[in-house]
């Protein structure tokens, strides 16, 4: 486990794995914090700019879209790690990815969107974070990290 205060979660050890639990399942996100001991006795996260409470947790959403198509859904989930993958390094560094089941209520300030009922699936370990950043420098056109901070 990546997480020195992480519950009995199960890890995702690979970009495969994780591209498997988006084949056979809709109402993913990832989520970017200390993890659900934290997040879920309040399940409300708060606007970083001005601290008004959010009616959920923002997560990214993994579901993968329509015009994707065919194209690997191995790279879909690089993409999607790797958009915020400088959260640990600028926000905290006990910051963790983890996966989970929820239900969208809203959107946050940054068009995030906002979960609750909320069902912690496992830790992402930061081995699939580098391989996310591996996949991701393999595609033809760079994109980087939605680092504001850059």
């Not at 708060?46 to 959920?56: A, F, I, K, N, S």
Request: aromatic share 8%.
């Amino acid at each position: 486990m990546n997480q020195p205060n992480a519950s009995p979660l199960p890890s995702i050890d690979s970009l495969d794995e994780l591209a498997e639990f988006l084949a056979r399942d809709r109402g993913l996100y990832v989520r970017w914090s200390r993890g659900p001991g934290v997040d879920l006795p309040g399940v409300s996260s708060r606007d970083d700019l001005t601290g008004v409470p959010l009616p959920g947790l923002s997560a990214s959403s993994l579901d993968v879209e329509p015009w994707w198509g065919e194209r690997p859904l191995h790279t879909w989930a690089a993409r999607r790690l790797y958009d915020y993958s400088h959260l640990p390094r600028v926000k905290d560094p006990e910051v963790r990815p983890w996966l989970l089941r929820g239900r969208e209520v809203g959107r946050g300030p940054d068009n995030e969107p906002l979960v609750t009922e909320v069902c912690p699936l496992g830790w992402i370990r930061d081995r699939v974070i580098e391989e996310a950043a591996s996949e991701v420098e393999r595609q033809p056109n760079g994109w980087g990290p939605l680092d504001r901070h850059a």
